[in-house]
């Protein structure tokens, strides 16, 4: 029943993660973006205000104190465009930097560094009228509405509070100056603007929260979704599960093959299992011509007793042999007096003549 209805009961796996990215699916509060820059514009003008304000004030009050421009020229012209253009960068920058710096930061922080050309091309759904009008009339849109209207209470309320705080200062406006009123009033609109950036961002930090909540929501995957991902990525299961058992049917018959022809198995005493072959007539040093772990092992030990290949036990060279030696490779210099030990033990089991310990090639 649960996979009828298509429950997204499994976590989304690496590869859906990301597919989705590069489609642009990631979790990212808007709201989050713009209060951060609200909140980073008004507290960068409640510091570096006052110093763009004094150099506005001086450049005016030199340019309406020093006379009327009596001859106007070219060079006059440049010369005032200049010194305007130096002003509104210097007033300018410093605010404009620090928005571009937590702009970049903000979003960095929630999405990664992000690069989607195919997001630049028209789509024309997206300005389909047909699509925009379900989209205006459904019920994502009255809830965007209904928060829209929570977050307009939200800054009525805070700037509300704000100012009744501050009723018995504006009581007194009437006895300042002209220039003491025009500061106090940028001061009181600044604190209270940073006061409602505040209560913003802690608004967008919730809604960052649950977009977060709704994407790995949404990323989960239903039983069906998980088969073709795997088909996707690992091929057929069915095929996959065939070619196994080929494969391993190709070691059983290699070491069928391999096995009876060995002079001995050399165990660990279970887990690992290294069959060894010398000829010193016509090999420079012994060679493993099967191993295996496991089930493999099992059936190494159980091919040698039917083979009547002797088994001995040494854990440590068998555990070398099966790490360092891969099939039909000679056994490395530094296990020949431990490989012709062995050896030697077989041979002398079977009634046979030791072979001569192989000798490393100079």
Do not use: C
């Amino acid at each position: 029943m649960a996979e009828q209805f298509g429950d997204k009961k499994y976590d989304a796996t690496p590869f859906r993660r990301q597919k989705a990215r590069q489609e642009g699916q990631v979790a990212k509060s808007q709201d989050l973006s713009s209060v951060a820059l609200l909140f980073a514009g008004v507290s960068a003008l409640l510091f570096l205000g006052q110093t763009a304000a004094n150099q506005v004030q001086n450049f005016t009050t030199l340019h309406l104190t020093e006379g009327a421009w009596t001859i106007v020229n070219a060079e006059l012209v440049i010369n005032q465009a200049v010194k305007l253009m130096y002003l509104i960068a210097v007033v300018l920058l410093p605010l404009l930097s620090i928005l571009f710096v937590v702009a970049l930061l903000i979003n960095v922080m929630q999405t990664g560094f992000l690069f989607l050309p195919q997001k630049l091309t028209l789509d024309f759904k997206k300005v389909n009228p047909i699509q925009g009008l379900k989209r205006l009339f459904s019920i994502q849109s009255v809830v965007r509405l209904l928060l829209g209207l929570f977050k307009v209470g939200v800054v009525v309320g805070v700037a509300g509070v704000s100012l009744y705080l501050e009723a018995d200062q504006i009581m007194t406006v009437s006895s300042m100056t002209v220039p003491q009123i025009a500061a106090y009033l940028a001061q009181i609109t600044l604190w209270t603007s940073l006061k409602i950036a505040a209560a913003l961002l802690l608004l967008a930090l919730l809604d960052y929260l649950f977009q977060k909540w709704k994407y790995e929501q949404d990323l989960r995957m239903t039983e069906q979704e998980m088969r073709e991902e795997i088909k996707q990525t690992q091929g057929d299961p069915q095929l996959a599960s065939r070619r196994r058992a080929v494969q391993r049917q190709l070691v059983m018959n290699r070491i069928s093959n391999s096995v009876p022809d060995a002079d001995v198995v050399v165990t660990n005493p279970t887990e690992l299992a290294v069959a060894l072959k010398y000829d010193p007539e016509s090999m420079t040093a012994p060679v493993v011509v099967a191993k295996g772990a496991g089930t493999l092992a099992q059936r190494i030990r159980r091919l040698a007793l039917e083979s009547h290949i002797p088994i001995v036990e040494r854990k440590e060279l068998a555990r070398s042999l099966y790490k360092e030696v891969e099939l039909n490779q000679e056994v490395p210099s530094s296990s020949y007096a431990a490989v012709a030990e062995v050896l030697k033990y077989v041979y002398e089991l079977q009634g046979r003549p030791a072979p001569v310990a192989p000798q490393k090639a100079a």
